[in-house]
């Protein structure tokens, strides 16, 4: 049965990483996956997280199963971090709250839920959007749109461009927006921006979902809120899929939430039982260590003072990289204008670099970068910048 199953395209992202892997060059350089590095060009467990994994080795005594929706201190404390303690929607109970194995699995679940409570809906993603997207949605058979995003010319966003594509989705059909750090191009709205998408899309009807995988890598884990909260005060519905991947470092644990929110109490009840269904069907019950970790962190006020500190040593290594590359760049002698990477939010960028361009790197100076010229700034330090730069100028002369 199985002899006439072709081999699978390996996978953007992922597969640049294991021919990274295997590629012997002493000096290559991995601007690729998503992934944090710190000044060693490591990814280094967080001392929060180590600390509270301590406490925890110390003092756990089950391994029984997690509830379908994982720990209540846990979802409280997502909710809290999205919205802000006390917000409405949480005093009003209109969120409910699941954990999720990773971003991922959230939003693997918010497909599923719209596949089969939203009968028809198209879900909507930006152009360019993360690669996995659109995969996670159309295997559940749903149809995925694109909106205009990023405009190539002046590498900004084309928000005119967006709000016109936006204002041609129909009622009932769902709109996926990057939280925060847009994946792959680092460039978000701005605050007053999210505040006329938020009206567009209770005007025309449309249901937000929001991927939020990178709180607290932009401005701060408040700031990097604000889109999301500006669509709270103007819309009554919204689905939320949010990771502790990069922000806890906790890539390998699995652990993120799909939150809904909904009109009344009542709604979040019906809403919730119905993504529980989805959850029993597909992996059952979350896995508990990352969760237990994150709640550890974000409910004991040393550990979570801690994390911030963490979180915000490598929000400004990543944007002291980037003021880096562009003046070094400059020194290089490069007379393109890469100024803009500076402004950007996050992990990424979209260079600019073409796929030959990107190509020639890879061949001839070791350096990795998606295709699309999308990279991870995260995956510069201070020690490969000049070689990154001098291989970056010789492809561009
Ligand atoms: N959404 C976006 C935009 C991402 O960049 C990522 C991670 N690369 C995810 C979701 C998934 O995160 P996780 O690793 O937690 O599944």
Redesign the pocket.
């Known amino acids: 049965m199985f002899e006439n199953i072709q081999v699978a395209p390996a996978d953007p992202?992922l597969g640049l990483n294991d021919a990274y892997r295997n590629d012997p060059n002493p000096n290559k350089i991995n601007l690729g996956?998503?992934v944090y590095k710190d000044e060693l060009g490591a990814t280094p467990i967080l001392k929060s997280v180590k600390q509270a994994e301590e406490r925890l080795v110390a003092t756990e005594k089950t391994k029984s199963y997690l509830s379908i929706e994982g720990t209540e201190a846990y979802r409280q404390a997502v909710q809290e971090l999205l919205f802000g303690a006390g917000h409405d929607v949480i005093a009003k109970q209109r969120a409910r709250t699941a954990q999720s194995?990773?971003?991922?699995?959230?939003?693997r679940i918010a497909a599923e839920f719209i596949k089969k409570h939203l009968p028809g809906a198209t879900v909507w993603v930006s152009n360019p959007?993360?690669a996995?997207?659109q995969a996670i949605f159309q295997s559940v058979g749903l149809e995925v749109g694109s909106y205009a995003y990023y405009d190539a010319a002046t590498k900004s966003l084309d928000f005119e461009a967006m709000l016109a594509s936006l204002s041609q989705v129909p009622e009932g059909d769902v709109v996926l927006f990057?939280g925060c750090?847009?994946?792959?191009t680092g460039i978000d709205p701005t605050t007053e921006q999210w505040a006329q998408l938020a009206k567009l899309c209770s005007k025309q009807g449309f249901l937000p979902l929001f991927?939020?995988?990178?709180q607290g890598f932009g401005s701060g884990l408040e700031e990097d809120a604000a889109g999301l909260r500006v669509f709270l005060d103007q819309v009554q519905e919204m689905l939320i899929?949010n990771?502790?991947?990069?922000n806890f470092g906790?890539?390998n644990e699995?652990?993120?939430g799909i939150t809904v929110v909904c009109e009344t109490a009542e709604h979040a009840d019906a809403v919730f039982s119905q993504v529980k269904r989805c959850i029993r069907a597909n992996y059952s019950n979350p896995p508990a260590h990352g969760a237990a970790v994150v709640t550890e962190v974000l409910t004991d006020p040393e550990l979570r003072s801690l994390w911030e500190m963490e979180l915000q040593a490598m929000r400004t290594r990543i944007n002291e990289m980037r003021n880096l590359f562009v003046s070094t760049l400059r020194a290089k002698g490069v007379e393109q204008d890469f100024s803009f990477i500076s402004h950007q939010n996050g992990?990424?960028s979209f260079s600019g670099l073409t796929p030959d361009q990107v190509a020639q790197l890879r061949t001839d100076f070791g350096i990795y970068i998606v295709g699309s010229g999308r990279i991870s700034v995260a995956g510069m330090t201070k020690d490969n910048m000049e070689p990154l730069c001098e291989g970056i100028a010789k492809v561009l002369a």
């Open positions: 992202i996956v998503g194995p990773g971003g991922t699995g959230a939003l959007t993360w996995n997207h990057h750090c847009h994946n792959p991927d939020f995988a990178y899929a990771s502790f991947s990069k906790l890539y699995r652990v993120g992990m990424f």
